[in-house]
């Protein structure tokens, strides 16, 4: 008789699981509290997979040898605890799909940083014309690729809610970029929770892996001192060289590492990427290339033609020398301090939306020294305006973005720049950040348009 294996949600990684689990001859049944898409639902259908939506049957759920549940879904909800207490195993997609892979992986988590490091860190390997995939939190589904086939290498980006269904998942190269307070409401509201779970994506290495740790954040060192790692360690630092992993010393990258002869020395000029949060970045992919055997020739190259993923410290374009950044993804506190710090005096911020609990006074110091305007867009604007009112001179607000926009270009002059990077969630004003960074850039595009027609 045919194991079961129950998938609670059809979204991306449900999907490429239950299929992946037809393939491979388990009985799959797929449950789904929202509404199943038409296209998912066909896929389903052919693949003779059944499952239900709208609810999710208990009584069938809790029959499973295994269940494979959507990241989104907490592990604190009555049917997950009631299977966990029934000793049902309760995995996430991407442990399910390492079963069936041979392919050597990175594997990429962090609070701030991730999407970007994991699409470099991609590139820079992609750019080695190595057979590499991209999975997890960017791109299809780990498992719904499998089903076409294995790459000798995967580059994937995992979230804390995807690491926290883990048992045998082994990376052979980790990066964990920072730890800050975020999804708190996952974690009991415990910071050390949340921290334990980052740290975890290390649990089954040993010392043949390698761990790409950040040297300068705190959280992780606590982490690290609960929970030890048993594989080798490179770390990276803006404050400090290392005698093993990368440093960025405002103005070249150095890298050394035991398999080097010599430090591999890149000049920050020739990153596409720019900004002190983007070198950490750049520092975790280059040592994950490094290790992988990659020229840094190759590296050089790729850092200089990296396009980053759209939102993210996106650069639109220039209107009268004044140029238009959208960082619509930086939704909380610590990624609106990167942005902040990636840029000189004569900053143009636009901020604002629904607020997740955000301390803003964690802003004062970088606010001071380069915003000189605030454009406060959203239904609810007091509890930033209270916040610096007295710090930036120049306070507006609008429900508008054009209008937003149209300040932006009139609040500036040659050399500044208009960065959206709101610190906050989008649902007032729009349905995600990504509609949020849309309409950014077309009202930028039709600013632009109208000054030169």
Known sequence: ???????????????????????????????????????????????????????????????ADEIIKSPG?????????????????????????????????????????KTTTTLLTYHLFKKAGLNVGL????????????????????????????????????????????????????????????IASKVSLFKNMDGEDLAIINADDTNISLGIEKSPIAARMALFSLEGEQPVGGFYDMEFISVKLPSLSEAVLIDAANVSLQGRHNMQNSMCAIIAALEAGINVKVIVNGLGDFQNAPHRMEWVTDIDHIAFINDSKGTNVDATIYALESFGQGLIWIAGGVDK????????????????????????????????????????????????????????KAGDVVLLSPACASFDLFRNYEDRGEQFKAAVQQLKQLKVS
């Not at 606010?367 to 916040?387: P, Q, R, S, T, Y």
């Open 135 to 194: 999975a997890g939190n960017v791109g299809q589904s780990w498992a719904g690729q499998l089903i076409e086939g294995d790459k000798d290498w995967w580059i994937i980006e995992v979230s804390s809610f995807q690491i926290d269904g883990f048992v045998s998942f082994k990376p052979d190269i980790a990066v964990l970029t920072n730890v800050t307070p975020d999804h708190l409401d996952r974690y009991e509201y415990k910071l050390q929770n949340y």
């Open 73 to 113: 879904i907490p592990t604190n909800v009555t049917l997950v605890k009631d299977a966990i207490a029934k000793g049902i195993p309760v995995i996430d997609e991407l442990e399910f799909a390492s079963r069936f892979s041979k392919g050597k992986i990175v594997a990429i988590t962090g609070t701030n940083g």
């Open 357 to 412: 609990g955000n301390d803003y006074s964690l802003l004062d110091g970088v606010v001071k020294k380069n915003v000189k305007a605030l454009i406060c867009l959203g239904k609810d604007n007091e509890k930033l305006k209270i916040a610096f009112a007295g710090k930036i001179a120049e306070i507006r607000e609008t429900q508008e973005i054009a209008q937003a926009v149209s300040w932006g270009l009139e609040l500036g």
């Open 1 to 63: 008789m045919s194991k079961k294996i129950v998938i609670l949600g059809a979204g991306e990684s449900g999907l490429g699981a239950a299929l992946l689990a037809k393939k491979h001859g388990y009985a799959v049944w797929v449950s789904d509290m929202g509404q199943i898409n038409e296209q998912r639902k066909s896929l389903l259908q052919e693949a003779d997979i059944p499952f239900e939506e709208g609810k999710h049957t208990a009584e069938e759920v809790l029959l």
